[in-house]
Nanobody, 119 residues
Framework: VQLQASGGGLVQPGGSLTLSCAAS????????MAWYRQAPGKQRELVAT???????NYADSVQGRFTISRDNAKNTVSLQMNSLKPEDTAVYYC??????????????WGQGTQVTVSS
């Protein structure tokens, strides 16, 4: 199963960006989908998660500013980011976990997309 992320870029503080991620390949079902991020010199951290029935959880640092959503029919997950701050600058990675067509569990990462918040 492959994940393709898109939507990163340069934005001014207070601005907005939407990241998207599409899963493809031998997918039977996808359970948890998530966005992580990794800033320079820091460990990768969890930003937001969403279950197959759309239960969402967010890191405290993005609560109220970011919104995760998914389209189960298209196997996509998105991250709407508002009120962006310089500390949101990082490479953002999507992740999906589920079952492939052989009913074997998978956990796949997207390739990462750079988000830079700067004036």
């Amino acid at each position: 199963v492959q994940l393709q992320a898109s939507g990163g870029g340069l934005v001014q503080p207070g601005g907005s960006l939407t990241l998207s991620c599409a899963a493809s390949g031998s997918i039977f079902s996808i359970g948890r989908m998530a966005w992580y991020r990794q800033a320079p010199g820091k460990q990768r951290e969890l930003v937001a998660t969403i279950t197959s029935d759309s239960i969402r959880n967010y890191a405290d640092s993005v609560q109220g500013r970011f919104t995760i959503s998914r389209d189960n029919a298209k196997n996509t997950v998105s991250l709407q980011m508002n009120s962006l701050k310089p500390e949101d600058t990082a490479v953002y990675y999507c992740r999906a976990e589920g079952l492939n067509l052989r009913r074997v569990t998978f956990g796949s990462w997207g390739q990462g997309t750079q988000v830079t918040v700067s004036s």
